[in-house]
């Protein structure tokens, strides 16, 4: 990355999208600044991981680009590898550059996810969990 190289942060959650995009290829048409000098970021939602292949297509529509330099799972807090499959499918279709967490605990628990196994009390007890709550602020 040179030292000319401008971040852009965004994601589906954030509601930013369209106006990042808006802004990256303004920035492209009146100041001349190359795609390659602009490094964009995106998540995708732990609700998005399960349709992680069209929210790919949709963040990149939504962004009007062709690629996305790095995409992460946001707030994952362990592998899911469907999302994770996806994104590589995304990397091999030249729509994602890099793939990741921004986290590096979570990337050592990722490894180690299938190290264990829950009891059926266990089981049972997640499956009775109520699943239509946020924990979230935004």
Do not use: P
């Not at 890099?98 to 829950?118: M, Q």
């Not at 059926?120 to 499956?127: P, S």
């Amino acid at each position: 990355m040179s030292s000319r190289t401008r971040l852009i942060d965004t994601a589906d959650i954030y509601g930013n999208e369209v106006g990042v995009g808006r802004g990256i290829r303004r920035a492209m048409q009146d100041f001349g600044i190359k795609r390659e000098e602009i490094f964009v970021t995106s998540k995708l939602w732990t609700s998005s991981f399960n349709n992680a292949d069209r929210e790919v297509d949709e963040r990149l529509e939504r962004l009007g680009l062709d690629y996305v330099d790095l995409l992460l799972l946001h707030h994952t807090a362990a592998y899911d590898e469907e999302a994770y499959q996806a994104m590589e499918r995304g990397v091999k279709a030249g729509k994602i550059h890099s793939i990741g967490s921004s986290n590096a605990a979570h990337i050592a628990e990722d490894y180690d996810i299938f190290d264990f196994e829950l009891t059926h009390d266990e089981m049972q007890c997640i499956n009775n969990l109520e699943c239509n709550h946020r924990f979230t602020s935004y």
